[in-house]
Nanobody
């Protein structure tokens, strides 16, 4: 699966952004997809995930502020981020796990999100 993120940029604290990730194949056939982020000097961390059936799960950093969603017709998942904080500044990566029975995993190249006044 090839993944292409977009939607990052510079936003002021308290602002919002919507990230997009387009997959090269039907997202309803992908076991799950996720948004991860890597803060400067930190390891990559999971933010939110969405399964092939549309079920979602969030890590604590995302609960109440971020929403993961999808458009199956466009093979795209989204991450809506509200009330952004300076410590949300990171490179955000799209991830896809094709199947629970194989090691196939895919990462996008990432999109930079900078929260600063």
């Amino acid at each position: 699966v090839q993944l292409l993120e977009s939607g990052g940029g510079l936003v002021q604290p308290g602002g919002s952004l919507r990230l997009s990730c387009v997959a090269s194949e039907s997202i309803t056939t992908i076991y799950f997809m996720a948004w991860n982020r890597q803060l400067p000097g930190k390891q990559r961390e999971l933010v939110a995930l969405i399964s092939a059936s549309g079920d979602t799960d969030y890590r604590d950093v995302a609960k109440g502020r971020f929403t993961i969603s999808r458009d199956t017709a466009k093979n795209t998942i989204y991450l809506r981020m509200n009330n952004l904080r300076p410590n949300d500044t990171a490179v955000y990566y799209c991830f896809a796990k094709k199947s629970p029975f194989t090691p196939d995993e895919s990462w996008g190249r990432g999109t930079q999100v900078t929260v600063s006044s």
